[in-house]
């Protein structure tokens, strides 16, 4: 399984296109699967239209929060693209829908529909899967996403992704299969490949310095009613501005999404951590994902160094150990990108290998990360970043 990015790139559809047809012929490699990160606003049929003429292979992809990015640096508004691609590889791509209704039903259609591409096709004897999810963060709860692919994949399947953004707006995000923009969904795509696989998860925030625990007292999966018998967003709103970290020129959902709700958990300092992402009239706080009544939170918070630092120990962790990295797929924090500002081209490039000058890297803000896999504790997260990679020769090669 191979790699090569394209972007960002600032330009329209046409132009991306030509560029994209270029840059492919000259790849040694046949490509197999496009990835698109874009902001909202753009016209998203348009350059997916463009994408899929260029290359002739399926296309997926999101709307980010805020930013993407490959090794070559980060952008707000370019569109940024990754082909997947080599002898060694087998896609199949689909869409569970309607997934606000019921997480379930929806991802066991999706990967019904799945293994009957994938039993239809050659497959590939003794190699192994992974699959890659792009979530409507609006649509869906990240614990009971992350809890029904549970149910439905083996249990060795490395699952990973993130939920779409809408840079910063918190009004509606986007995913994509294809030529088609979809709402309420999910991308699923499964990765069979014979490299070696590696990832992780780091996010570097801490229990804000003098702030208060809060119990939850009245909460349903992810919509939070009330802390402490009080109506949940007047109580969060009160610390944040004790805090000191509220400001004139931003809007109370974007300061609660920088500054989210840690639970304490029974892993020493760790934390749970869950982000706002909508406020409703009656004051509950409606979460990515779920959390407990009788859980004890607090706010979070992170120092910019103390970010960069995650960054570059999870660079060390999952690309420090391959020989050569093929590729990396990054799945960003967007409360990590509104907190660097102009210092997230220091978070790009602690992305990149340790150990060498720069290697294929695709990455997207987004509101939501997804990580699944061996003795991971959790599989939906928020703050954080996930980081995917593989190395150029495969398992077999390689004596794993």
């Keep these: 399984m191979k790699m ?5 790139f600032d330009g329209n559809a046409w132009l991306l296109g030509r560029k994209i047809e270029r840059t492919v012929a000259e790849w040694k490699e046949p490509a197999r699967l496009a990835i698109v990160a874009m902001p909202s606003g753009t016209k998203h049929e348009d350059y997916l239209a463009a994408v899929e003429d260029a290359t002739g292979v ?4 999101a709307t980010t929060g805020g930013a993407s990015f490959t090794e070559r640096g980060f952008s707000r508004s370019g569109v940024t693209c990754a082909f997947l691609g080599g002898a060694n590889i087998d896609v199949a791509c689909t869409a569970a829908r309607e997934l606000r209704s019921d997480h379930a039903k929806s991802i066991r259609a999706a990967l019904s529909d799945m293994d009957e591409a994938v039993s239809s096709g050659s497959g590939r004897s003794g190699a192994t899967s992974s699959i890659l999810v792009l979530a409507d963060a609006f649509a869906c709860d990240g614990d ?11 249990p060795h399947t490395r699952v990973f992704g993130g939920t779409a953004g809408d840079g910063w707006t918190f009004e509606g995000a986007r995913v994509f299969l294809g ?3 979809l709402t309420d969904a999910a991308v699923l795509v499964r990765l069979t490949h014979r490299q070696r696989v590696n990832i992780d998860v780091v996010h570097g925030f801490r229990a804000a310095e003098g702030g208060r625990d809060f119990t939850i007292t009245d909460i349903e999966r992810n919509v939070l009613r009330t802390l402490d018998g009080q109506p949940a967003a007047r109580v969060y709103e009160e610390e944040l501005s004790r805090l000191g970290f509220r400001s004139s020129g ?10 989210a709700l840690g639970a304490k958990t029974p ?3 760790a934390l749970k951590i869950r982000s706002p992402i909508a406020i409703r009239g009656d004051g509950a706080v409606v979460l990515t994902g779920g959390l407990a009544r009788g859980q004890v939170v607090r706010v979070v918070n992170a120092a910019t160094d103390a970010v960069l630092q995650a960054a570059k120990s999870l660079s060390t962790k999952v690309l420090g150990p391959l020989p050569g990295v093929a590729g990396s797929l990054v799945f960003d924090c967007a409360a990590r990108f509104r907190m660097l500002g102009e210092r997230y081209r220091e978070e790009v490039r602690a992305f990149l290998s340790p150990n060498a000058a720069s290697n294929p890297m695709f990455g997207m803000a987004c ?3 997804i ?9 939906f997260y928020n703050t954080s970043a996930v980081m995917v990679a593989w190395g150029e020769a495969d398992q077999a090669a390689a004596g794993g």
């Excluded at 399926?58 to 992809?61: H, K, M, Y």
Aim: proline share 6%; aromatic share 6%; no cysteine.
């Design 144 to 154: 009971d996403l992350v809890a029904a692919l549970r149910q439905g994949v083996p």
């Design 367 to 369: 509101y939501g990360q």
């Design 250 to 259: 931003e809007g109370l959902l974007q300061t609660m999404a920088k500054h």
């Design 179 to 181: 030529r088609k923009v």
């Design 371 to 379: 990580a699944k896999f061996g003795g991971s504790v959790e599989g």
């Design 4 to 8: 090569m990015t394209l972007g960002p």
């Design 58 to 61: 399926p296309v997926v992809g």
């Design 267 to 269: 892993f020493g300092e």
